[in-house]
Nanobody
Framework: QAQVVESGGGLVQPGGSLRLSCVAS????????MSWYRQTTPGNPQRELV?????????TYADSVKGRFTISRDSTKNAVYLQMNSLKPEDTAIYYC???????????WGQGTQVTVSS
C-alpha cells in the first residue's frame, strides 16, 4: 500500500531546532516534487506551503521560513527532510509531507507530525 510517513516532530523551546523526516513507500514512483506544508490553526484545514524540493534539485521556501529552514532530499530512499532552526512560537503547527508524481492521480499526503515551539 502506498503511504507517506512523517517523523521528527516534538516540543522545542524558541530558538531551538528540529529535523523532520518524510519517507514515501517504495511503490511510490516517478516522484517529481516533495513538499512540506503546515496547518497552524486547529480546526482550519487550510495548509500553508513551507518548502518544496523538485527532482531537478530546485527548492522554494515560504518567506516566513527563508534563512531558517532547509529542505533536502534523498531520492535513493524516497525521502525528504526539513531542518528547522531558530524556531519561533509561530512555527507551531502540524507539518505534513506531500508527494507529487508523474502518475495520473499520484498525489500522496502523510498523516502529519506536530511541532510545538514553546518555553
Amino acid at each position: 500500500q502506498a503511504q507517506v510517513v512523517e517523523s521528527g516532530g516534538g516540543l522545542v523551546q524558541p530558538g531551538g531546532s528540529l529535523r523532520l523526516s518524510c519517507v514515501a513507500s517504495p511503490n511510490i514512483s516517478r516522484i517529481f516534487l516533495m513538499s512540506w506544508y503546515r496547518q497552524t490553526t486547529p480546526g482550519n484545514p487550510q495548509r500553508e506551503l513551507v518548502a518544496q524540493s523538485l527532482s531537478g534539485g530546485g527548492t522554494t521556501y515560504a518567506d516566513s521560513v527563508k534563512g531558517r529552514f532547509t529542505i533536502s532530499r534523498d531520492s535513493t530512499k524516497n525521502a525528504v527532510y526539513l531542518q528547522m532552526n531558530s524556531l519561533k512560537p509561530e512555527d507551531t503547527a502540524i507539518y505534513y509531507c506531500k508527494v507529487d508524481t508523474f502518475v495520473h492521480g499520484g498525489v500522496y499526503w502523510g498523516q502529519g507530525t506536530q511541532v510545538t515551539v514553546s518555553s
